[in-house]
């Protein structure tokens, strides 16, 4: 059952094979970079407890990422290395808490993302290439065309790689070479104009590719299943598309590979490579069908997927397998949830690419999770049952209240959420209302589920103040007041044409006309600008006062987001300032400092929000010893931080 509706996950829960090895289920771990290894270049034990608990979870296949030949390779990120057989030790742990629950383990083998790799990783050597192109990020700078010695050298340390990968127990070995990475890069007429005999010819272009294959069917033997993943369609003129990829997938066939990990796009599309919230369900399994004309080979599939588009896309036979990435880092025991019938109980994931993409990119640091801070840390964080429980008393019942309450009556204490509304949700309710937000909707539906199943006390319509005597009684107190508009001093503001963000996200028909302006170009504002010119047909223009709309969103969500609006009617006004707003519109001063009138039939006001903390704080000065201030209460953040603010809190109660 789901929010009512019977299901059958049936068909997700049958063996297949892939080469000689037989994977008890249809779903898979897609690799990825945790970040958490060794200095050395072998897994940590955090990497190791972080695969195990998903494999304990009933994932069939895990596939390892971020597993580099050599720490040359890697040219600076944080990964594994397989140039020294020390490691082998660390990946046989890690392996054997693998099969320990009946999983397969594979490991992806890279050479780097080449002229992809993001500036925070790069060691201080040129990006690397086939050809001396432009680097992605800089195009004044140009990527190091790889020696033949070079490429040789690669060549054999996947031998190594391979070997050694055998040694420590790996069942399959997959090649990372999907989206235009750097083995990719050989086989693109885009990003290949060598002139020797890698380069030249389709045939050429593919020599580093076989030569891989070859070199690891040498070092873990003809036997070792190979899973090659790439990307059909780079989603970039002038390279490899859905029309043209069927060479492609006869010569890496006939040169050894035993399944294919299919997706899309390239670093020229990158949300295609993190799969946004702005792409919705399943963006990657489009190019399938194509490939399934193409080759006989086990077909393998990741982005945005969930349970339902899982057990569609198997029942298709498009796929064989259903590979998760964020939504097993979100909820490792998703797939035992559905072979249980617990489908209510799988925390969705909400694919904001918060904790796991942007924290690794901007702060260089290892994997976790916007709901689920644990990943990661399944070494220390543990919910463990409370010898003398307390008494909690949780007051707003936003993410991170809801969270609070959650882990607090998991570990067995007495829990009283009070929200002031008729609703929970708080300001993550108003973010789930377009149809793109639809995992947050079922965020919410969750936390309902666990709440109630939980026996959390819930008041709702009731405010909480300092002198409240259930605060007294409380051992623990968390404040999750959260944030209110910030309603700047212009004239014509509060107008009756003059509609806030969050009114008009909980009720569009307030939102009148065709012509709409919508004041601040924050990513409240801006998903509020697509949801109103997608869904409404209006006709919208975005004023921000700073020189760029999405102002501090993450670089490959601000990339989605534009990308989406370009198809759409809206206009972006930046570097402008809203100086009155009248009943025919909004008189800024632009850019050039000169006044200009912008019609509207309706000014939607996204000026931003400031913390609630009037209450929270009172009660903190009032019994500072036990009181906790979470999320926007706190500090204006998203709703990762208020969930990890709410996890926290419970887990800093002790015995």
């Given at each position: ?60 296949l ?11 390779a ?15 030790p660390?990946h ?73 990968a ?23 007429p ?19 590719a ?33 029309e ?20 899309a ?6 949300d ?18 194509t ?19 899982a ?21 490792p ?35 976790s ?21 307390k ?47 639809d995992p ?66 909980m ?9 709409i ?19 409404k ?17 993450f ?25 009155k ?53 706190e ?21």
């Amino acid at each position: 059952m789901y929010n009512g509706i019977p299901l059958n996950y049936d068909a997700l829960f049958t063996p297949y094979k892939i080469g000689n090895v037989t994977v008890k289920n249809r779903i898979g771990m897609s690799a990825m970079g945790l970040f958490s290894t060794n200095t050395d270049g072998s897994p940590s034990l955090f990497t190791s407890a972080f695969y195990e608990e998903r494999a304990r979870g009933g994932a069939g296949l895990i596939i390892i990422g971020a597993s580099m030949v050599s720490r040359k390779a890697a040219n600076g990120i944080t990964a594994m290395y397989w140039e020294d057989k020390s490691v082998i030790p660390h990946h046989t742990d890690m392996v054997e808490r693998i099969h320990r629950y009946g999983a397969k383990a594979a490991i992806a083998i890279g050479v780097g993302s080449g002229r992809h790799a993001f500036p925070t990783m790069l060691d201080g050597r040129p990006p690397v290439s086939a050809s001396p192109i432009p680097y992605r990020w800089d195009p004044n700078v140009k990527c190091h065309a790889l020696t033949v010695d070079e490429i040789h050298e690669y060549v054999e340390g996947y031998e190594k790689a391979a070997y050694r990968a055998k040694c420590a127990g790996y069942d399959i070995i997959e090649v990372h070479a999907h989206c235009g990475y750097l083995i990719d890069q050989f086989m693109s007429p885009l990003w290949n104009f060598r002139e020797d005999e890698y380069g030249g010819s389709d045939e050429n272009r593919a020599r580093f590719a076989i030569e891989i294959l070859q070199a690891i069917k040498r070092g873990a033997g003809s036997d070792m299943p190979v899973i090659y993943r790439i990307a059909p369609d780079h989603r970039v003129p002038g390279s490899r598309t859905l029309e043209n990829c069927g060479p492609t997938f006869d010569v890496l066939s006939k040169a050894g590979v035993d399944a294919f990990d299919c997706d899309a796009g390239s670093y020229d599309n990158i949300d295609y490579v993190f799969p946004t919230q702005y792409l919705g369900d399943q963006p990657l399994a489009y190019v399938l069908p194509t490939v399934r004309k193409h080759t006989d080979k086990p077909l393998l599939n990741a982005g945005n997927h969930t349970p339902e588009t899982a057990v569609k896309l198997i029942e298709s036979g498009n796929s064989d397998f259903v590979l998760f990435g964020r939504g097993l880092i979100c909820d490792p025991d998703l797939p035992n949830k559905l072979m249980n019938g617990q489908r209510d109980d799988v925390r969705p994931c909400m694919r904001c690419l918060e904790e796991c993409v942007r924290r690794t990119v901007d702060r260089t640091t290892k994997v976790s999770c916007a709901l689920n801070p644990r990943a990661n840390e399944e070494m220390f964080f543990n919910i463990k049952k409370m010898e003398s429980p307390k008494n909690v008393v949780v007051v707003g019942a936003g993410p991170g209240g809801m969270e609070a309450a959650r882990v607090a009556a998991l570990q067995g204490n007495k829990v009283t959420l009070f929200e002031k509304s008729s609703v929970k949700g708080g300001n993550m309710l108003v973010a789930s209302t377009p149809d793109f937000k639809d995992p947050i909707k079922d965020l919410l539906r969750w936390y309902d589920v666990q709440l109630n199943k939980l026996g959390v006390e819930i008041h709702m319509n009731t405010e909480v103040k300092a002198d409240d005597p259930i605060l007294e009684q409380a051992d623990l107190i968390v404040m999750a007041t959260g944030a209110n508009e910030l309603v700047p001093p212009i004239p014509g503001i509060h107008g009756e044409n003059v509609v806030s963000v969050i009114d008009a996200h909980m009720n569009w028909d307030l939102v009148k006309g065709k012509n709409i302006v919508v004041c601040g170009g924050g990513l409240s504002g801006c998903e509020c600008a697509y949801d109103l010119a997608k869904e409404k047909g209006m006709t919208v223009t975005v004023v921000e006062m700073f020189n760029k709309v999405l102002n501090g969103v993450f670089t490959i969500n601000e990339f989605s987001l534009k990308y989406k609006m370009k198809d759409y009617p809206i206009t972006l006004r930046t570097s402008c300032k809203v100086t009155k707003i009248d009943e025919k519109g909004v008189t800024i001063l632009n850019q050039d400092s000169q006044e200009e009138f912008l019609p509207a039939d309706t000014v939607v006001a996204a000026f931003g929000l400031r913390p609630n903390a009037q209450t929270a704080e009172a009660v903190r000065n009032k019994y500072p010893k036990k009181t906790w201030i979470i999320g926007d209460s706190e500090k204006i953040g998203n709703i990762g931080n208020a969930v990890r603010g709410g996890y926290y809190a419970a887990m800093s109660l002790t015995d």
